[in-house]
């Protein structure tokens, strides 16, 4: 009975890290075709490629929003990218940079895998500073990469 109940305890304990183990694993490999991907379309400004690994709660902007009420904020967000100059071009130079685990700007609430883009973005003091002017985010959810946030820095 002791022994049981020592074994059930040891379960709890471990599984947890181990399932976190295997989606950190599942993450990496994803990362890299994933990441091509999204550059890749980027760069040829594929809106249906992107529709593809975007996250339906895009966060392309701190005052922007569902404006059109759909559930879905990318439309809003090539819309933005479309009329504010630049924007594109700020993405390009955003994900040319590589991405880095993120580890400056978690959510508790968020435990899954993320990557920020450009490294830069990962580094407190930087964002303090405000060293860079743009940063995308992504995150590892149900056994896959979405893109899910490109915004101005820093809140």
Do not use: H
Request: aromatic share 14%; with cysteine.
């Amino acid at each position: 009975m002791k022994y049981s109940r020592v074994i059930i305890l040891g379960l709890a304990i471990l599984t947890p890290q181990i399932v976190g183990a295997q989606t950190s694993r599942r993450a990496d490999r994803a990362w890299k075709p994933f990441f091509a991907s999204v550059r890749a379309a980027v760069q040829k400004r594929d809106k249906n490629a992107l529709m593809k690994v975007m996250s339906r709660d895009f966060y392309y902007l701190s005052s922007g929003g569902d404006e059109n009420d759909n559930q879905d904020t990318r439309d809003e967000a090539f819309e933005y990218w479309s009329t504010a100059r630049g924007s594109w071009e700020a993405l390009d130079k955003a994900l040319a940079a590589g991405a880095v685990v993120n580890t400056a700007m978690r959510e508790a609430e968020k435990p899954w895998p993320s990557r920020v883009a450009p490294p830069l973005a990962n580094d407190k003091t930087a964002i303090s500073n405000r060293s860079f002017p743009w940063y995308a985010m992504f995150e590892f959810k149900n056994n896959r990469w979405y893109f899910t946030g490109f915004t101005e820095c820093c809140e």
